[in-house]
């Protein structure tokens, strides 16, 4: 929220300063003290309680927790899409959803269709490669 000219150098009232905190999440839990000064507030959509200014929020700056938790979501949307091309360029199909780097997960080789759990990070390291066509391919050579 843009705030309006006549606000940039009048001090606030207290009903002005309660709406611009209420367009970026918060609902103030005590007195407007001024813009400047933190104020205590709880953020309507999860809950938490902080104190930010009023100034910040003429800014736009919504709550840190949320800002903070939708960061970490986009990561991870951003880790399972790479890790699901890495398992699938390795010849295998993810069964369920991407757990994390280190967890176990439960794959399909596309090649012999045997079930396998794998972890991302030591796939990494090790190279990923399903032990019964591997077994399949030196048969083959022999």
Do not use: H
Request: aromatic share 6%; with cysteine; charged share 25%.
């Amino acid at each position: 929220m843009a705030a309006p000219k006549s606000w940039s150098r009048d001090r606030l009232t207290d009903d002005q300063a309660a709406a611009i905190m209420k367009a970026v999440g918060y609902k103030p839990l005590e007195p407007y003290p001024n813009s400047r000064a933190p104020w205590r507030c709880r953020c309507t959509e999860c809950g938490e309680i902080s104190t930010p200014r009023v100034i910040n929020a003429r800014m736009g700056r919504g709550c840190r927790a949320c800002s903070r938790r939708q960061m970490l979501a986009a990561r991870r949307v951003a880790a399972a899409a790479v890790a699901d091309a890495f398992v699938q360029a390795a010849g295998f199909e993810p069964l369920e959803l991407y757990p994390g780097a280190a967890a176990p997960w439960l794959c399909r080789c596309t090649g012999c269709g045997k079930t396998r759990v794998i972890r991302v990070n030591s796939a990494r390291t090790r190279g990923l490669s399903c032990s019964a066509c591997l077994g399949d391919r030196s048969a083959d050579a022999a």
